[in-house]
């Protein structure tokens, strides 16, 4: 065998196995190009689900803030009635307290005015039986 009949037949293989890999690049590629598709795809389609659900939660978001701001008002509000119940249970406290007192002092000033009477009685029964 010649050289020159050596040198083709390398070149013929060479030649070859660049065809090989020219054609596995180009399956490779068309197959990215396919996945490229089908991702762009699936990300259309995600795109399109993902809008109503952003306004959706957009608008659950506003409506959560709009009821965190009421409940805080709310119980602001709540917070000032039982500030004054609580003043008004004090109050009434004071005044039993008084009243209960009271109640003491007029038992005592009802006796006091009991012994009195009974006194002027005795001594204008007294007198009467003086004169």
Same mark, same amino acid.
């Given at each position: 065998?010649?050289?020159?009949?050596?040198?083709?037949?390398?070149? &013929?293989?060479?030649?070859?196995?660049?065809?090989?890999?020219?054609?596995?690049? =180009?399956?490779?590629?068309?197959?990215?190009?396919r996945t490229t598709q089908t991702a762009a795809e699936?990300?259309?389609? *995600?795109?399109?689900? =993902?809008?109503?659900?952003?306004?959706? *939660?957009?608008?659950?978001?506003?409506?959560?803030?709009?009821?965190?701001?009421?409940?805080?008002?709310?119980?602001?509000?709540?917070?000032?009635i039982t500030d004054t119940a609580k003043e008004v249970?004090?109050?009434?406290?004071?005044?039993?307290?008084?009243?209960?007192? &009271?109640?003491?002092?007029?038992?005592?000033?009802?006796?006091?005015?009991?012994?009195?009477?009974?006194?002027? *009685?005795f001594l204008a029964r007294l007198g009467r039986r003086?004169?």
């Open positions: 065998m010649s050289s020159t009949a050596g040198l083709v037949i390398a070149a &013929l293989i060479a030649s070859a196995a660049f065809a090989g890999l020219a054609v596995a690049a =180009i399956l490779t590629l068309l197959q990215l190009r699936t990300l259309a389609a *995600v795109e399109r689900e =993902i809008r109503p659900l952003a306004a959706d *939660v957009h608008a659950l978001l506003q409506e959560h803030r709009d009821l965190a701001r009421q409940a805080g008002r709310n119980l602001r509000e709540v917070e000032g249970v004090a109050r009434l406290a004071r005044l039993t307290n008084i009243l209960g007192s &009271l109640g003491t002092v007029g038992k005592a000033l009802s006796l006091a005015q009991g012994v009195r009477r009974g006194a002027e *009685v003086r004169a």
